[in-house]
């Protein structure tokens, strides 16, 4: 897919983007290439903050974000429960080949706009000019709901896996949600802390992190190869269970597929850190691809480990750690010590997750202030001089992340439901701007030039990647079982709604007179 196509597979008499490109390389970091030049001169934007990732580096910001075969380990026990060792399995394998189509749709967009502000700058610029206005704004507040509550859920992950490893060591240990919520300011305020001082060394962390993301892989799977009891592969593939009490198998198995959807969410995150990256039309989609290929195929070996070396489910689920994977861990190495260092690996890995989901959260807030999409948008998109960081918008989202966290000591059950909400509000915005560019397709109106096109193949790419989006979306908002009781229930839909609801009064009193969408600053026939 990454081929040099001519766009839409079109002629192009004179494709603005056919630049010398032995000119030079390393132009002023401030400035990036003369690719981001003419980008940021296309789309009217100031270059205000520092090219310094390349694309090691954001590949691995994107790696470790997206940590999936950690969230293999990790975010199994729905699609264990429904759907069975079976069902999780060949769920996977579904849901990564949808997700994989979804990525190349939107790399391309990337590739033709890289711009910090994602999803919400494309719908601007490929949505019929009646509606550019109103569906950008609605899938600006979408992005930043869905990115500000993504940090105080990595946090409570990173901070349940802590507690369940204080559990496995001292047995008289009794976890209380004060503990978690104290844990989980903790880690945002490290992250916070990193985003602020150490910005400029986040491309050289997100490398060694990349190593660790990829050498913690192997220190993980080789013991639990060697000293793990494997189950028979045939009961392991072929073991569909309906733990959620649907009364049908197929059904189970879709509630299920939100375990693998939670580890492939966030392919946009490399988008919104594009006016931080170098080249970023050309390395911003090969980034985006590679890391759903390389961190796909790293997750379904560890999901496939996890499920051989599982054994009894009930007995696992069952275990006082709260986590099954730190049970299975120490159920195959025998060893307390052995079964910790492993799990210290899956902690690291969530807390620098969340160092790299604080910095994309900011960075997006920051473009959505700056189109004038979001209250105090003056003082949101203020840039500090010398620093180069948005400075304001870390700090907004590090009081957000704490105030979330608060909701925990109250009640569980709706912490869960508020940072629960990012998936399906990460996933509208995906459906909304993909459609917009099929929508283009389908009209036969020219898209914008780019490095990495899709050719004749676009529109089936975009209206499959829509279509299985669009099923995601609906099971996001199914419970855990049918007939719920209010506690049990999935209230995500309620909350959902109300974002939206509050984003259209926004719009109507105030935002419909200062927004008016990135493409009015676009400069046209550049």
């Known amino acids: 897919m990454s081929a040099m196509f001519e766009a839409d597979g079109k002629p192009v008499e004179a494709d603005p983007y056919e630049i010398d490109e032995s000119l030079d390389e390393t132009i002023a970091e401030k400035k990036g290439t003369e690719f981001d030049q003419r980008d940021m001169n296309r789309m009217g934007k100031t270059q205000e903050l520092r090219r310094n990732f390349r694309f090691v580096t954001i590949f691995g910001f994107t790696m470790v974000l997206m940590a999936t075969w950690e969230a293999q380990l990790s975010a ?51 949505a019929p000019a009646n509606y550019q206005k109103f569906l950008s704004y609605i899938v600006g507040w979408l992005c930043v709901l869905g990115w500000q509550v993504g940090n105080t859920a990595i946090a409570f992950l990173a901070a349940n896996m802590i507690q369940g490893l204080a559990i496995l060591n001292n047995a008289g240990y009794e976890p209380q949600r004060w503990h978690q919520t104290m844990m989980v300011i903790a880690i945002v305020s490290f992250c916070q ?16 992190v990349l190593i660790l993301h990829i050498c913690g892989f192997f220190a993980v799977l080789i013991p639990l190869w060697v000293l793990g009891e494997r189950s028979d592969a045939r009961e392991v593939f072929t073991t569909f269970t309906d733990g959620g009490g649907w009364g049908n198998i197929g059904l189970s198995c879709l509630v299920g597929m939100l375990s693998p959807v939670f580890s492939f969410i966030g392919p946009d995150s490399a988008t919104h850190m594009s006016e931080e990256l170098r080249d970023a039309s050309k390395s911003l ?30 007995t696992l689920l069952a275990t006082p750690t709260g986590q099954p994977f730190i049970q299975m861990f120490y159920d195959a190495t025998g060893s307390k010590a052995g079964a910790s260092v492993m799990t210290a690996i899956m902690i690291t890995m969530a807390i620098f997750g969340c160092v790299t989901n604080i910095a994309t959260s900011s960075r997006q807030l920051w473009a959505f202030a700056r189109d004038q ?31 979330l966290s608060l909701i925990n000591i109250g009640s569980t059950v709706a912490f869960n439901i508020v940072t629960s909400l990012g998936t399906g509000a990460l996933i509208s915005s995906y459906i909304v701007s993909i459609s917009c560019v099929a929508w283009k397709r389908i009209r036969g109106e020219p898209l914008l030039p780019c490095r990495y096109s899709l050719g004749k193949w676009g529109l089936p790419i975009n209206i499959f990647s829509v279509l299985f989006l669009a099923l995601v979306f609906v099971m996001n908002f199914f419970p855990q ?15 959902y709604g109300f974002i939206v609801l509050f984003s259209l009064v926004y719009f ?19």
């Open 76 to 126: 199994n026990i729905f699609g264990l429960i429904n759907g069975g060792t079976g069902g999780l399995l060949w769920m996977y394998i579904g849901t990564f080949f949808g997700f994989l189509i979804a990525i190349i749709s939107m790399a391309e967009m990337a590739s033709m706009a890289p711009t910090t502000g994602g999803q919400y700058h494309w719908v601007s610029e490929f």
């Open 193 to 208: 802390l990193f985003n602020t001082f150490l910005a400029r060394k986040l491309p050289l962390v997100e490398g060694v």
């Open 481 to 495: 079982t049918p007939h719920p009781d209010p506690i049990d229930m999935n209230w995500n839909i309620l909350i």
């Open 285 to 314: 989609p090969r980034a985006m691809v590679a890391t759903a290929l390389v961190n796909g195929a790293m997750g379904y070996v560890m999901l496939v480990t996890f499920c051989m070396l599982s054994g009894d489910l009930e």
């Open 373 to 403: 999409g979001m209250p105090f948008s003056s003082w949101l998109a203020y840039v500090r001089p010398g620093w180069d960081l948005p400075l304001n918008s870390i700090m907004v989202s590090y009081v957000i992340a704490v105030l």
């Open 508 to 526: 109507f009193f105030k935002g419909r007179y200062v927004y008016v969408g990135p493409v009015e600053y676009t400069k046209k026939g550049v």
